[in-house]
């Protein structure tokens, strides 16, 4: 019997939808007619299947059953989010929720008369009520990418017998969830190397946090005023002879590793966007006058940058669980984008200004001609200073570029250019972003580099026919360096820092006595299970002590170190999901128990000396 003749579902699914969706949306499923392929069969288990064109797209005896066993052996208990590609009869989606009750469900669906025929067909309302599903129909690809954000653990679900269906709408979803993965991939690498590096940088620089400002107060500042990001790619050579003349009609905003080169040129930036952590950035920076320019920072920059005199200092919301804890203390500060570049975090910072058109300069996120980056830049100097006759710069330079797997793709000018997967994963960021923020509108002047959805290509004859603006852009940037009352609220006194830092290494020193004990605690469970005695008041103690952390509010402060240890640990357990003996698993249980409180206790105490050194050079306060 064809299911599809009873609608008696359909008025109550819709009603559950209209919760999840507006009004406008839930209503065009009304007239939508449904596939004439598509047959709704009863079964003898009571849930209904279905086939398509004679293929069944379930089991024609216990579609229910048989999602049992695909979700309870193929998804982690520890995902965090699944991706459910075609949404089908929903079955898959429904014993997911039961299965992982913290998990939350992303279906993706771009047949809405599909969808249609699984409202007429069963009852859907546990689905769509659950709080926990997020649906996408027939939406932007681009989409993805934003539900997604920085989510650890994310599974995909594929209907097989769906395959052949809408394939090249779910290969496009598969080259976004892949560049999900492989930002992810490149921010675990980045906090394992850099974490401590970021930590200390912050610390060392929170002198300067009562003496700057947050960026929060330029938003707007320089609304209807183009600009000109600068970047450092290898196309910014056909940029640089024009500066002179660009300076008169944009406003200019320079990264630091393109700073030196606008310098060079005759022309000071107007703003200077320095968001880098690492000494060898730094480095493109030396002997760069900074006093006639707007420096744009986040806290975790490395410090010798802060060590000479700036125009005016600005710093944007950290990124990082210290900082965000200071700034809840001692002021907000204003967020700008992380797409991992500090290119990425330029242009947000021009977004945020209110510039329009926003125009990028030396934005290739490749290696057009075999090149890296603009001739004399700091890392090509650096690269001829340790040559050597066996290993020449031009050496030093091909095994940079083969080491990075390069691979071509479309290029502004509608051929390919070389480019790696760290350069892509911010493509990707500009193409959800420039989504997200259709108002600005922006411009690449790379004729070689990337092609970047939705920043189309212009070329440099277009700019210098735009008027000159000199003289509106500068009384604004005068109003920014206006010397300000040292009472304003943006201006924190060292008292209050000194303040805040005590009463963070106070709760630092609580956290790290917790996870000394959960060490101990865990040992007495260890020895209550191999002599036999009632493993239950340590199990309690560890479950009181879990509960304690979990209260602490420099918890996310500590454990910013030990997110490799935790994450290492997460995946363990997703693969060995079903296939360890007992007690193995106990054991395993164990070290990893311990191995967490250790790390936390290490933690907490390395925050802490680093605060008494900052707070010591702070001095005694106003």
């Not at 064809?2 to 579902?9: P, Q």
């Not at 819709?14 to 839930?26: Q, R, Y």
């Not at 095994?399 to 509608?414: F, I, K, M, Q």
Request: charged share 25%; hydrophobic share 40%.
């Amino acid at each position: 019997m064809n299911a599809l003749r009873n609608n008696s579902f359909l008025d109550t699914n819709l009603a559950a939808l209209a919760k999840m969706l507006d009004d406008g949306e839930t209503s065009r499923f009304r007239n939508l007619t449904v596939p004439e392929t598509l047959e709704i069969v009863e079964t003898g288990s009571g849930h209904p299947t279905c086939r398509t064109n004679g293929v069944w797209v379930y089991s024609r005896h216990d579609p229910m059953k048989e999602a049992r066993r695909l979700i309870e052996s193929e998804v982690p208990k520890s995902t965090e989010i699944c991706i459910f590609e075609n949404f089908g009869l929903g079955y898959y989606v429904e014993v997911f929720l039961k299965a992982v009750p913290n998990g939350r469900a992303v279906v993706v669906e771009p047949d809405l008369a599909w969808f249609r025929a699984a409202l007429d067909a069963r009852d859907l309302t546990a689905i769509f009520s659950s709080g926990r599903v997020t649906l996408l129909l027939d939406a932007p690809v681009g989409l993805i990418n934003t539900v997604l954000g920085e989510t650890a653990q994310v599974h995909v679900v594929r209907m097989r017998s769906l395959a052949a269906k809408d394939v090249n709408y779910f290969r496009a979803v598969d080259e976004e969830l892949r560049s999900v993965t492989a930002r992810k991939d490149i921010n675990k690498n980045t906090l394992a190397r850099f974490g401590k590096r970021w930590v200390r940088n912050l610390i060392r620089n929170l002198h300067l946090i009562p003496r700057s400002r947050g960026v929060h107060e330029l938003e707007g500042n320089f609304d209807g005023i183009p600009c000109i990001v600068l970047a450092a790619g290898p196309s910014l050579d056909e940029i640089i002879p024009h500066l002179v003349e660009l300076r008169e009609r944009f406003l200019l905003i320079a990264v630091d590793t393109s700073y030196r080169a606008v310098i060079d040129a005759g022309v000071i930036p107007d703003f200077l966007v320095v968001v880098d952590p690492q000494y060898w950035n730094a480095r493109h920076l030396d002997g760069c006058p900074l006093e006639s320019t707007i420096l744009v920072s986040e806290s975790s920059t490395y410090p010798s940058v802060f060590h000479r005199p700036v125009g005016e200092l600005f710093f944007c919301g950290s990124l990082f669980p210290l900082g965000q804890y200071l700034e809840q203390k001692l002021g907000e500060r204003g967020k700008l984008g992380a797409g991992g570049s500090v290119s990425t975090t330029t242009w947000d910072f021009a977004r945020t200004l209110g510039c329009t058109p926003i125009f990028c300069a030396g934005l290739d996120l490749g290696f057009p001609s075999l090149k890296t980056h603009f001739r004399g830049g700091f890392f090509e100097e650096r690269a001829h200073a340790f040559a050597e006759r066996t290993n020449s710069a031009e050496t030093m330079a091909f095994h940079s570029l083969r080491d990075a797997a390069p691979y071509p793709v479309a290029n502004n000018s509608g051929e390919v250019t070389l480019t790696d997967k760290r350069l892509v994963v911010y493509k990707w960021w500009f193409e959800t972003q420039l989504k997200m923020h259709a108002e600005a509108a922006t411009f690449n002047l790379a004729s070689r580099g990337v092609r970047i959805n939705d920043m189309p290509l212009e070329r440099i004859e277009v700019l210098l026919r735009y008027p000159p603006l000199r003289d509106e852009i500068n009384p604004r940037l005068a109003a920014i360096r206006k010397p300000r009352p040292t009472d304003t609220p943006s201006m924190q006194s060292r008292r209050s820092l000194r303040a805040a830092i005590e009463e963070l290494v106070a709760e630092l020193r609580t956290l790290e006595a917790v996870a000394e004990t959960g060490i101990l605690t865990v040992a007495e469970l260890e020895t209550a299970l191999t002599s036999g005695n009632d493993p239950a008041p340590a199990i309690e103690k560890l479950d009181r002590l879990d509960q304690t952390i979990g209260r602490q509010s420099t918890r996310d402060i500590a454990g910013f170190l030990m997110h490799s240890t935790a994450q290492a640990i997460l995946d363990r357990e997703s693969s060995d999901q079903g296939g360890i003996e007992d007690g193995i698993e106990r054991q395993r249980a164990l070290e990893d128990s311990r191995e967490l409180y250790t790390k936390l206790s290490e933690a907490a105490r390395y925050h802490i000396g680093l605060l008494n050194t900052a707070a010591a050079r702070l001095g005694p306060g106003d």
